[in-house]
């Protein structure tokens, strides 16, 4: 799933200026072994809208009068105009008797005629695009008179569609084929189908796709790891998605399997490397189904994307998404992997009604994630990841409207569709799930979890419908143990409950110790008690750290752990906002060049905030944008250009000169006040082998 956007530790300003960013921006994861892949279930129809709960704002699709139940696209996928173009062609289910129309939603497409099935024929249908809305497109309205059961639209996509990005040879890892991929949640999938996009709607599809015979495509569907690149590709989906689930990828890229129903897609030269990263998936999908039931997608694969990629993860049925960046050489990051395969069951399988219910998506996955990793890596390690996660909701929820602090939107209130990936979708969400587990326990939460997957399998509901299945399934069966006025201040409150479990992580509460010592002493702490830090322990360090420190701080810092010029993202998106905050220039040309190298918001977002706080800092965002414009996703593009469009810049700060860090130490030389050996936490220890 698109990343929850945690920011390292920051003025309150800026955490006023993410929840704006949320609000108005427009953008929008140890049974048994067995590799054979489970029988799917037979897909459950979506239930009916009926009550304003699940009103779903950002489409214009009426799926109570008629919803697709089929779509079958054939496309020509064209590099040089950056354009699909071809037929969509849908099978419809007529709901409503007395309705004539089809109504779809589309942006920036070019409609060129629309045609219905009539008897062995295909008749022209009169069509109408109404004026385009800012954020939801345009209005396709068909008029459906005999009321088709099938109906074809031809279309073409805008070069600038919002849900692909079309990259050159230059911008890819390999430097030799041109690359397409898309991004279609929340509402971007309409960029390039026209389609009833909504998680309402839920369909199969099938889809032919030609283009140039040097390229790979893929699509969230039933990828050959055998198939051979020809330029004409046929692809089929049988289990029905909603289209923000629907996906396409065209590159340079080869197959190696991990298991016998799991793989990676990568361009040549990172293949090898994520196969030795993602070496655990199959263990992370058998853990997976012992706890939730088997896995109902038949192959899970995995897709490395460029650096571009806007997003950690997209969870895109049969073929997730990846974003380089966690590919850091000790699976550190992996725990990525674990929430986009947990959405095989929480969001994939069941499915949130509309963007107001976003942590049925995000807040069970994160729960099923954190599961996960606990059953691979143990729970000393888990319990760092619920910290860090939590720590970041607890500084950035207080700066956000009252309204988008609670689990379930209510109706009535503005939300923009990607608010469903804010933090508190995410952690919040994940932090109610653990609140159940506590009160009535393991024994009783997973299979009440594995019953709800089952239950609702293939299904889109909002929230009222989980709390009526936990009240029949969960609660009144164990009376006692919750209240009304708990759940309620859970999903419907703002802020934190006081029902709120707290999580302590020992290794943890010795990273706090350390910094707390270095910042009263200078000493460094040995590397005995630093060595073995996972990235998740050098993430606290870093963001248990003031807002500003004397550059002197840094430069010490900086010389003793390399933090500057870090291979790890997820070190240097919590690095460099301090140190530009703080004035230490060393960091500067490393910080500029990081953000040019990536387009992954989460990392780089916390990078432009600082930069542009300051008149030198919004030049030098300027310059490296500019730069790096041409390889950034649209989406990404859109986030950038508000944060430079609405700085307020202040004057330099007045900071003391600092020496750049000295020539790297060889490991193990005496560094620093403190007699400390120099160490790198872009290589930090593993996870514990569970």
């Known amino acids: 799933m698109p990343d929850r956007i945690a920011r390292a530790p920051r003025p309150s300003s800026f955490a006023r200026s993410l929840a704006l960013l949320l609000i108005a921006g427009v953008v929008a994861v140890a049974g048994c072994s ?7 279930a037979a897909p459950k129809p979506a239930p009916e809208p009926t009550t304003m709960a699940d009103a779903d704002e950002h489409s214009f699709a009426e799926p109570g009068k008629v919803a ?5 696209l054939d496309l020509a996928l064209d590099f040089d105009a950056r354009t699909l173009a071809g037929t969509a062609t849908y099978t419809l289910q007529w709901k409503d008797e007395a309705a004539t129309q089809l109504v779809l939603d589309t942006r920036e497409l070019t409609i060129e005629r629309v045609e219905g099935e009539a008897g062995s024929a295909w008749q022209p249908l009169e069509f109408a695009l109404a004026d385009a809305d800012p954020v939801l497109g345009r209005k396709l309205v068909i008029e459906t008179p005999q009321r088709n059961a099938k109906i074809r639209v031809t279309y073409r996509t805008a070069p600038g569609a919002s849900g692909l990005q079309w990259l050159t040879p230059e911008m890819t890892e390999g430097k030799q084929l041109p690359f397409m991929f898309s991004q279609s949640q929340q509402i971007h999938a309409r960029s390039w189908v026209p389609l009833q996009d909504t998680p309402q709607v839920r369909y199969t599809y099938s889809a032919r796709v030609r283009t140039r015979p040097d390229v790979m495509v893929l699509m969230s569907a039933d990828n050959d790891p055998q198939a051979a690149r020809d330029g004409d590709y046929a692809f089929s989906m049988p289990q029905r998605i909603p289209s923000y689930l629907m996906a396409i990828a065209a590159g340079d890229l080869v197959f190696k399997p991990i298991s016998a129903r799991s793989g990676v897609w990568a361009e040549p030269s990172m293949v090898d490397r994520a196969v030795a990263e ?4 199959e263990k992370m999908i058998a853990a997976t189904e012992a706890l939730y039931g088997p896995y109902r997608w038949e192959r899970y694969d995995l897709l490395v994307l460029p650096p571009s990629f806007p997003f950690g993860g997209m969870e895109n049925p049969r073929l997730s998404f990846i974003t380089p960046t966690v590919i850091v050489g000790d699976k550190s990051l992996v725990s990525l992997i674990a929430h986009e395969l947990a959405h095989s069951w929480s969001g994939n399988l069941v499915t949130f009604s509309s963007a107001r219910h976003g942590w049925l998506n995000e807040g069970m996955t994160s729960y099923v994630e954190n599961r996960i990793v606990e059953s691979l890596y143990g729970e000393e390690f888990s319990d760092m990841e619920w910290v860090i996660a939590r720590d970041a909701l607890k500084r950035d929820i207080v700066d956000m409207p009252e309204a988008t602090q609670a689990l379930a939107i209510r109706p ?6 990607d608010d469903a990936l804010s933090q508190v979708s995410y952690d919040k969400g994940a932090w109610f799930l653990q609140f159940l587990e506590e009160r009535f326990g393991r024994a009783v939460f997973d299979p009440f979890l594995r019953g709800y997957f089952d239950h609702f399998a293939f299904q889109s509901i909002p929230t009222e419908t989980f709390l009526a299945y936990a009240r029949e399934h969960l609660f009144a069966p164990n009376p006692g143990k919750v209240t009304d006025a708990e759940i309620e201040e859970w999903i419907y409150g703002a802020g934190l409950p006081a029902s709120a479990p707290e999580v302590l992580s020992p290794r943890l509460g010795i990273v706090d110790s350390a910094r707390l010592g270095w910042r009263g002493s200078k000493q460094l702490p040995p590397t005995s008690i630093t060595g073995p830090w996972t990235t998740q322990e050098w993430l606290h360090f870093l963001e248990g750290m003031p807002e500003t420190l004397p550059v002197e701080d840094l430069a010490q810092l900086d010389a003793a752990y390399r933090f500057t010029g870090t291979a790890n993202g997820e070190i240097a998106m919590r690095w460099y ?8 220039t ?8 990081f953000i ?3 387009g992954r918001r989460k990392l780089i977002m916390p990078v432009y905030e600082a930069l542009v706080a300051t008149e030198p800092g919004l030049a030098l965002a300027r310059a490296s944008f500019e730069r790096a414009r041409p390889g950034y996703h649209p989406i990404t593009t859109a986030s950038v250009e508000k944060v430079i469009a609405e700085a307020k810049p202040a004057p330099a700060p007045a900071a003391a000169p600092a020496a750049a860090p000295g020539p790297e130490p060889a490991p193990g030389e005496a560094e620093g006040a403190a007699g400390d050996a120099t160490q790198s936490p872009a290589d930090p220890a593993p996870p514990p082998a569970g």
Do not use: K, W
């Not at 697709?68 to 079958?72: P, S």
């Not at 009535?412 to 569709?417: E, H, N, R």
């Open 577 to 584: 906002p301090l140190a530009i905050r703080s004035g230490y």
């Open 586 to 593: 060393p960091a500067m040309e490393a910080a500029a060049a």
């Open 278 to 281: 993602f070496a655990d998936t």
């Open 596 to 598: 040019e190298r990536i």
């Open 412 to 417: 009535g209130t503005p939300v923009d569709a």
């Open 68 to 72: 697709i139940d089929d779509l079958a």
């Open 34 to 40: 067995r590799e054979t892949a489970a029988p799917a």
